[in-house]
């Protein structure tokens, strides 16, 4: 939670936690003032830069719902590779590499979440919040899902004579999906989010 502008509890007890344990502390400042019953109280406000984008609100609820898409669309892609079952989903070194794709698409999903309470005017943890984790999300999915065929190509290799050809072959394609998927969003992304312009406060 940040403060913006707003008055702290009576005793600054939460606001002192806020200012602490928030890596975006540097952006917010302390003033002491006096409310409105004479009573001296600490207010915080944004003191930060601000991230903007060049188009209108109509533009940016678009590019929200392009980025949900995509998010879903990746999550759809991963459980469909997953309900395949290959021969190698059995195998330690293939199923761990294939769970931790999910870690990448939650935060990819969450910072859409996060995309969509925000306006095209950001302060600094919204912006890196949302637009840069699914920037830095969506490169990890994609990292991971190539790591994951070339596992997968190891295992076929070696176990040749042993197994379906046709769900390895299954699941490495979804995993190609995958990846044309993260590379399209990538596209797309630099169209929507590329053109942000940084403002001093």
């Known amino acids: 939670m940040f403060f913006s502008y707003s008055e702290c509890p009576r005793d600054g007890y939460k606001c002192f936690l806020v200012m602490l344990f928030n890596r975006y502390k540097d952006d917010y400042k302390q003033v002491q003032s006096l ?13 930060g830069s601000y991230y903007e984008l060049p188009y209108d609100e109509k533009q940016f609820r678009k590019n ?32 761990f590499p294939y769970l931790f794709i999910f870690l990448p698409i939650a935060f990819n999903i969450l910072a859409v979440i996060n995309l969509f309470t925000l306006k095209l005017r950001m302060e600094r943890a919204g912006y890196e919040a949302s637009i840069i984790r699914m920037k830095n999300s969506s ?9 994951n065929i070339v596992l997968d190509l190891v295992f076929i290799i070696i176990n040749r004579h042993t197994l379906n050809f046709v769900l390895e072959i299954s699941y490495i394609v979804l995993l190609l999906i995958l990846i044309i998927s993260v590379i399209a969003f990538g596209k797309k992304y630099d169209k929507m989010f590329g053109g942000v312009i940084l403002n001093s406060n």
């Open 139 to 147: 490169m990890a999915i994609l990292v991971l899902a190539i790591i």
């Open 64 to 95: 929200k719902i392009t980025s949900l898409i995509f998010s879903v669309l990746f999550l759809v892609i991963y459980l469909m590779a997953g309900f395949i079952n290959p021969d190698s989903s059995k195998t330690a070194w293939i199923v």
């Open 35 to 47: 409310g409105p019953d004479g009573k001296l109280r600490t207010v915080t406000f944004y003191d």
